[in-house]
């Protein structure tokens, strides 16, 4: 099956930090997804996006499809951005079946 | 409004037994999934309902596993013959309408297979 790696697999910042984490995926895929989960274990959906630029407020998404990678990009890091970030893709040849990265954890300090 | 909402929050059973758990989507919510997240194995996808289409349970991981939604709305995950290694948290999440909708998760279900 396809296979998903994160890096780096932890990463500590100070607060007001930028950041960039990586998705790479060993096969072509219909789409990709980011995934947030808090220290607490809430999951959030950050993003769709299956190639190009996405931006919701001070995260950003690109994800690459020819080149089999996507970056997430937090700005300004604050401290409520720790916790994990998952990318998932799904493979191409019609199957839903989302595979997940194994994680990037992220601590931010004050 | 009201968020997705998973019950038990814990669940602890003895090998062999048969244990359900519950998920109660957002309401107006046509497709709802579930997900299991253990140390061992990570993040992974167990099924997914659309509405009133079959559903897709390609990521049943035994025959042990099965689900069933409920006039669209209320959603059960039932293990039959639980294993230590079903030990995981289950979580539920739901979304307006298809596949590439932005997903809401519940808080999970934390089972624990003795």
């Keep these: 099956g396809i296979q998903v790696e994160q890096s780096p697999p ?23 997804q980011w995934f947030h989960q808090n220290p607490w274990g809430q ?18 998404a690109t994800t690459v499809a020819t080149e089999r990678y996507s970056l997430l990009y937090i700005s300004s890091s604050q401290t409520t951005d720790s916790g994990v970030y998952f990318c998932a893709v799904e493979p191409g040849g019609g199957s ?10 992220l601590i931010v300090h004050p | 409004g009201a968020g ?26 046509t497709a709802l999934y579930w997900y299991r997240q253990s140390l061992g194995q990570g993040l992974e996808f167990l099924i997914y309902f659309q509405g009133n ?18 006039g669209g709305s209320v959603s059960t ?14 979580l539920c ?4 309408a298809g596949r590439r909708e932005t997903q ?10 003795l």
């Design chain 2, 93 to 96: 999440a739901s979304s307006l």
């Design chain 2, 4 to 29: 997705v909402s998973q019950s038990p929050s814990n669940k602890v059973t003895e090998k062999g037994k048969d244990v359900e758990l519950r998920c109660d989507p957002i309401s107006g919510h």
């Design chain 1, 96 to 105: 839903y079946i989302p595979t997940f990265g194994r994680g990037t954890s």
């Design chain 2, 104 to 113: 809401y998760f519940g808080p999970g279900t934390r089972l624990l297979v």
């Design chain 1, 10 to 32: 932890d990463l500590i910042l100070q607060e007001g930090a930028n950041s960039t984490l990586r998705c790479n995926f060993s096969d072509s895929v219909n789409n990709l």
């Design chain 1, 43 to 60: 999951l959030i959906n950050l993003f769709y996006i299956p190639s190009g630029t996405k931006q919701n407020g001070r995260l950003s």
């Design chain 2, 77 to 90: 995950l039932t293990i039959q013959r639980t294993q230590q290694e079903d030990s995981a948290v289950y």
């Design chain 2, 53 to 70: 289409s079959a559903p897709d349970k390609s990521g049943l991981p035994s025959d042990r596993f099965s689900a069933e939604r409920t």
